[in-house]
């Protein structure tokens, strides 16, 4: 009987969710299995996985096969790196000290990688969020500026006259000038009979008289 290690889908439409497990090649896809090895979680992020690793290592070392999803799951948590490893054992390359300390390395290194992943999208959430709230805060205040802007009247034009009031209030000095005038010429008036009348006569003499007669 071949056995594969592979996936069965749960979960609802747009939200999937696996079983991982141990089954015969021949069942369906979601039909029976012999033994279930964990789950995983695709919709979060980082993927949540969990994982039986040492049943997951005792199927790979009894000849299971997995699918390209399931090999990169177990490649993911360090169970096809073990199984590597057990076989250097087997070949004489390598002690089980060896292997123990090389997996623990490696263990090491991924917990710390995974850690960073998860510090990066930390911040990298914290950040879409401040930025997110800095444009609805942009956005309501041109709402509000649009809403004031759309209720304020529109101020009426305004004909500018100014020359011509500053020509008025020029010409205004020049009239109280010459009614201030005014009197005075009228006083010329009333003068200018008394230079015209021309000296009365003076009545002739005598001798005038007598001088004339003679003549």
């Known amino acids: 009987m071949s056995t594969r290690i592979r996936l ?8 999937p969710f696996f079983h991982i497990v141990a089954a015969d090649s021949r069942s369906k896809r979601d039909g029976r ?3 279930k090895l964990g789950t995983y979680d695709p919709t979060k992020n980082p993927a949540i996985i969990e994982l039986n690793f040492e049943s997951s290592l005792s199927w790979l070392q009894k000849g ?3 699918s390209d999803t399931a090999r ?6 360090g169970v096809m790196y073990k199984n590597h490893l057990l076989k250097g054992v087997l070949k004489g390359a390598l002690t089980e000290a060896d292997v123990e300390k090389k997996f623990s390395a490696w263990l090491s290194e991924k917990e710390a990688k995974i850690a960073k992943k998860a510090s990066d999208l930390d911040k990298s959430s914290v950040k879409s969020k401040a930025d997110k709230l800095k444009l609805e805060t942009e956005a309501k205040e041109a709402r509000a500026a649009a809403i004031i802007a759309k209720n304020t009247p529109e101020p009426e034009e305004v004909v500018e006259e ?7 209030t020029e010409e205004a000095p020049a009239a109280e000038a010459a009614t201030e005038e005014a009197p005075a010429a009228e006083a010329a008036s ?7 009348t021309a000296p009365e006569e003076a009545p002739a003499s005598d001798d005038d008289k007598k001088d004339a007669a003679a003549e």
């Open 64 to 66: 299971a096969e997995p």
């Open 8 to 15: 069965q889908r749960h979960g609802k439409k747009g939200k």
């Open 190 to 196: 009333e003068e200018a009979p008394a230079t015209e």
């Open 162 to 168: 100014a020359p011509a009031a500053e020509a008025a």
């Open 33 to 35: 299995f012999i033994e």
């Open 72 to 77: 990169a799951i177990l490649s993911y948590k």
